[in-house]
């Protein structure tokens, strides 16, 4: 198994509060993602990192921000959490973007409900 | 506009029987495809990448063809198991771009 893992696994916040979510690779890998997973839209992205503070924004990246002040570590910050931001959220990384290098490595998941 | 869609969105079947999973795309210009396997609660997981050149490849039960003329492709399950029972998501990747995109996916039920 790809060296990702993601923090918290699940959480319940109330509307209004900011939520951060933790991707942690051991795998040294260049890119990172952010997506979110709700039934009927498969899944989506929100943020996405090419390098060490290099970010760019996916299809649905308003209400949300990311960090990646380190190569194995991407954060991503509900500023302010709303009800239409539950959902499933998944890390991926990639090593590179060529057919050999292109596998995305997702990790478990973190289910987020807010109230 | 660079789209992948899946059908059918979801599929029951009997243990054992054979089942294939639709995946026709507009991505361009095309670099690979791949079909992840998504189990219940759990990320997803490649189950095979096709390239250009590439028409058909096994990886035990599952074969996945490409026609890239017509941009479709398919994956096949052969004598299905109950752990087959998953969501199957077809991504295809551009050339020069890290940002694949991806079906909204095929949900497989396999009933005993």
């Known amino acids: 198994d790809a060296g990702i893992t993601q923090s918290p696994r699940h959480k319940v916040t109330e509307t209004g509060t900011p939520v951060t979510l933790r991707c942690h690779q051991t795998e040294n890998h260049r890119y990172m993602y952010w997506y979110r997973q709700d039934p009927g839209h498969g899944l989506r992205l929100i943020h996405y990192?090419?390098?060490?503070?290099?970010?760019d924004k996916g299809e649905v990246s308003d209400g949300y921000s990311v960090s990646r002040s380190k190569t194995e570590d991407f954060l991503l910050t509900l500023e302010s959490a709303t009800s239409s931001q539950t959902s499933v959220y998944f890390c991926a990384i990639a090593e590179g973007y060529e057919p050999n290098t292109g596998e995305l490595f997702f990790g478990e998941g973190s289910r987020l409900t807010v109230l | 506009k660079n789209q992948v869609e899946q059908s059918p969105q979801s599929l029951i079947i009997l243990e054992g029987k054979n089942c294939t999973l639709q995946c026709n795309y507009t991505v361009s210009p095309f670099s690979n495809l791949r079909w992840y396997k998504q189990d219940t609660g759990r990320g997803p997981v490649s189950l095979t990448i096709?390239?250009?050149?590439?028409n058909t490849k096994s990886n035990g039960r599952y074969t996945a063809t490409l026609d890239a003329d017509t941009k479709q492709s398919s994956l096949h399950i052969t004598a299905s198991q109950l752990s087959d029972s998953a969501s199957y998501i077809c991504v295809v990747s551009r050339g020069g771009s890290y940002i694949p995109t991806f079906g909204r996916g095929t949900s497989l039920i396999v009933h005993p």
């Open positions: 096709m390239t250009f050149s590439e």
């Open positions: 990192s090419y390098g060490v503070k290099d970010t």
